[in-house]
């Protein structure tokens, strides 16, 4: 990597993620020189108005992402619109001279680009996850919506036994309780980057076993790669 390294974070929502891009950037940065990483936010729903919104929305029996408006509000997003739209945003962005383009969402399919090392958060989350899973009893698994823990299966595929339970985390809901659905479990995913280093604390106050959080994995890489 050069002295400088340029970031562009993605989010299949609205940029900027204030929720999300600084906490991870805290990590990427630990230790390294004030101003060496450059980066830029970009969103697949950026300047959509209501109407384009609304066309974006899942439908009942399609496959779905809930995710982050700049206004704070959560939308749940068609997986297919969405990811026509992200592929098309990372063609533009993929000649724009980033370093690396890194994913903030753990359930999306991308097209090869041509000149940039991808970061893609679902293949980082899902390989580190089966690792750990591999002599685990049971892995809990927590995702953000009731719809997706029915369709998880056809999205994810882990080989050992596991439970699925829906908190997200852009509406509000009780993590802990929850978490606590998953306590037969000896390894938990928080599966979705919304999740916060707070909505984590919650979940290991409510669980006895290791917790996994989907935005530190991702940092962890992409902080190895700078």
Known sequence: MPSKSKIAFVTIGQAPRVDLVPEMMAEITVGLPEGSIEFREFGVLDGMNAEELDAMRA???EHSFATRLKSGEEIVSSKALTEEKLNLLLKKIDGEGFDLIVLLCTGT???PLE???VVEAQRIVDSTVE???ASARKLGVIVPLER????FNERHVFSGDHSIVSASPYAGDDMGMRAKQLDDCDLIVMHCMGYSAEMLDEVRRAVDAPVLLSRRVVAGVVRQMI
């Open 59 to 61: 439908r009942d029996g």
């Open 109 to 111: 399919k991308i097209e």
């Open 115 to 117: 000149h940039t090392l």
């Open 131 to 133: 690792a750990l899973a």
């Open 148 to 151: 997706q823990v029915r369709d």
